[in-house]
């Protein structure tokens, strides 16, 4: 099994900062990309930013300039570090890993999901 273990949701206010974190473990061969996604109450699922193995970056459009992923291969972890928060930044804040297990079989795991809220 895959566990993914995130950590650094909280409240801040606007402008302030907050890094998030997620750990993959378990029986894990390879990790292709990990990502960060978020759900606002009423809205979809939305990508926020992802980087692959080569640490090549993807981010949205709202969060380009404020947020940087960044990833340490040897910890199988992943972060994010918003700054600049603004109240439309308030969602429950998931990570992703596309990875291949150790039976080679290519698979994918969800985080729990960590509540980021940002006051005006």
């Known amino acids: 099994q895959v566990h993914m273990a995130e950590s650094g949701g909280g409240l801040v206010q606007a402008g302030g900062s907050l890094r998030l974190s997620c750990a993959a473990s378990?029986?894990?061969?390879?990790?292709?990309?990990m990502g960060w996604y978020r759900q606002a109450p009423g809205k979809q699922r939305e990508l926020v930013a992802v980087i692959t193995s080569a640490d090549s970056t993807n981010y949205a459009d709202s969060v380009k300039g404020r947020f940087t992923i960044s990833r340490d291969n040897a910890k199988n972890t992943v972060y994010l570090q918003m700054n600049s928060l603004k109240p439309e930044d308030t969602a429950v804040y998931y990570c992703n890993a596309d990875f291949v297990n150790s039976d080679y079989v290519r698979n994918e795991r969800w985080g729990q999901g960590t509540q980021v809220t940002v006051s005006s």
């Open positions: 378990g029986r894990i061969f390879s990790i292709n990309a």
